[in-house]
């Protein structure tokens, strides 16, 4: 029993040694993110891509295997998180770009957008899938490429550092389309683009579901089209596309003969104007805050009063009215013939919940007729209690806007649009203020009776 109670002794004391030995704080791994290896790089992208037959890319040609020991380096400008690129990861340098087919899945947490890779390429396949160079390890029983297995990728292609900016190349549609082969599997931005009417209409999302493997939705720049190519599989294939017109980034690739990009999110689709090309507004409700177009307006001079909106005399006893001309219902308001001294009024906007939204901004139109000096100001506040008297809150004055102004001998032709006014740093409930100033005492011309329409007040967020 001695022996025994001597045993356990040992070995707890033993126990306790090792424990009061062990490390309770482990070490973070080191930062890797601004380690650079320095690869000796010996060739560019495009040199790469001079490997192919010279009938590229107006007809198939052969792939092509890498016995020149060469290093080229580039920043990841695509990768696979959102499900649009699979299997791959798209890489660009200041001469071109490629396609990296590689045997894995979750490549981004490895090779993100924005790391720059060593790309070592001897051992490996240049060839083309319909047009579209790619670089892969080896060719299968049809002679296409096959990526490189997860075992090798790191092998081939050794990372750098991260984050590295990357620059989308601003194009035309029309510049995109007649260079195609120098922007193949380059980033690439055009500005006014819009979907077609057809499919925003019908409230098309980005792709078919999955088992699709890939659906097309026509973008246009007013000039060209292209094709953008979404994946049944990829994360966002349910969002719908917006209405509007703005710019697009994204990797451009080919089919065949045609002309392609695969975004890599949608946050690449920034179609944040609402006209389009033909001049049509559309607005993509998702984005929409707030919108005041005054279709409920019946009778022309007669007392404004849409639900929800304060119209408040301050000075004056001169309301806001409602106004029609021709095809267009708005609000108005002037000081002519009140022989008021001194007029203010107020049209104040219902609750607009801020909360959450990326990048309010705010946007209206207006149009002047008679224009003698009376003013239209634009305040927001944050404490208003959302029913009458306006004065008790406090109000800050909103600036970059346009007004109409300088039609003193009549109306002026055409409204004036205010711009995008940003509503950055107000956040949870806020209440928009059109407030008029004005005068009439005497009917000479001192008096300041300047008429003001309003029309299409909107707060949009990213």
Known sequence: MKRVLYTLSIIALAALSFTSCVKKDFDAPPDQTKYDPNLPVNATVQMVKGLLDPNYPNAAVPAVKIDSDWTVAGIIVADDKSGNFYKQIVIQDSTAGISLLLDANSLYNDYPVGRKVYVKLKGLYIGTYRSLPQLGYNLDGTNSLNGIPSSLISK????????????PIALTMTQLNANKAKYTNCLVSIPNCEFQFSDVENGASYADPAPSSGTSRFVSDCAGSLELRTSGYSSFQSYKIPGGNGTITGVFTVYNN????????TSDVKFYNPVRCDGNVVIDPARVLYRETFETVT????????????????MGN???????FSNDK????SGFSTGQAVIKSWL???????AGAGNPKLSFRTLDGFDNGATLK????????GTGNPTSATWTPLTGYTIANGSTTGYAPDWTASGDVSLAGNSGTVYI?????????????SDKTTTFELDNITVLKD
């Open 318 to 324: 001169k309301p806001y009215q409602q106004g029609i």
């Open 156 to 167: 081939f292609i050794v990372k750098a550092t991260f984050p590295n900016t990357v620059t």
């Open 348 to 354: 104040i906007t219902p609750a607009i919940n801020l």
């Open 258 to 265: 045609s002309s392609q990009m695969v975004i890599r999110d």
């Open 299 to 314: 009778s022309n001079n007669a007392t404004l009063n849409i639900a929800g909106m304060v119209n408040f005399a301050e």
């Open 433 to 445: 203020a059109f407030v008029y100033e004005g005068a009439d005492p005497s009917g000479t011309s």
């Open 378 to 385: 634009v305040y927001i506040s944050t404490n208003y209690s």
């Open 330 to 333: 708005f609000a108005k308001i």
